[in-house]
């Protein structure tokens, strides 16, 4: 399957969009030539091989179509909120 990256996107929001879990950075890493670090372009499409982490979580992303991407603060510092309230309040 391939994906095309959108706004802030990092490799991490890749794999939890596509895997429904941030342990397939590595295989997203290994197969597209990027390092954890890089930036990626908005438009910039990703090749992201048929694997499965945690099959219950994929397809509730997928299923909803969740399209997570980092948010940034008002100094423009990320922020690490990949999920909504709601999401998280379904998985405690």
């Given at each position: 399957?391939?994906?095309?990256v959108e706004r802030r996107q990092t490799l991490s929001d890749i794999a939890i969009q596509v895997y429904g879990d941030v342990r ?69």
């Open positions: 399957m391939k994906i095309t397939a950075v590595g295989i997203l890493m290994v197969e597209n030539g990027v390092s954890l670090t890089d930036d990626l372009e908005p438009g910039t499409v990703l090749e992201c091989p048929e694997a499965e982490y945690d099959r219950y979580l994929q397809m509730y992303v997928v299923r909803r179509g969740i399209r997570p991407a980092t948010a940034l603060d008002p100094d423009g510092e990320i922020r690490a909120k990949v999920f909504t309230q709601e999401f998280t309040e379904e998985f405690k």
